[in-house]
């Protein structure tokens, strides 16, 4: 069974889904939308300030699964256009270090609430 992870630092639920689901040595964290945590509305139009504010609400569900950053193994990250790919990528980046985590980017039709961007997560404790 998992334990559902859930802080007031990241965005609430929008939906039937936990923040974060912890099985022990693997956290999944639920796609990431650029929603400020306390207006739950965006934090801006604009790519760039979207990509930071969806990496900040992934860093406050790692911290409160008490993990970072670097335990990240695995990540999904969903654009409403390609044509933002390398701003995207750029700012994702300055979050991490090597080694980087597994990752795959790919355009979307739509993402929830119009966001331009979208990443989940799995980190793990290993």
Do not use: C, W
Request: charged share 20%; net charge negative.
């Amino acid at each position: 069974m998992f334990k559902p992870i859930q802080t007031d630092h990241a965005p609430a639920a929008i939906g039937p889904y936990s923040q974060a689901s912890d099985l022990g040595n693997l956290v999944f964290i639920s796609g990431q939308i650029p929603l400020d945590p306390v207006s739950m509305e965006f934090v801006s139009d604009d790519v760039q300030d979207q990509t930071h504010q969806v990496m900040k609400n992934i860093g406050a569900i790692l911290e409160e699964a008490g993990l970072s950053y670097k335990n990240l193994v695995k990540m999904n990250i969903y654009l409403d256009s390609m044509d933002d790919f390398v701003t995207v990528n750029d700012i994702y980046a300055s979050y991490l270090s090597e080694p980087y985590p597994a990752r795959a980017a790919v355009e979307v039709s739509r993402l929830p609430k119009g966001a331009k961007v979208e990443i989940e997560a799995i980190a793990s404790r290993q």
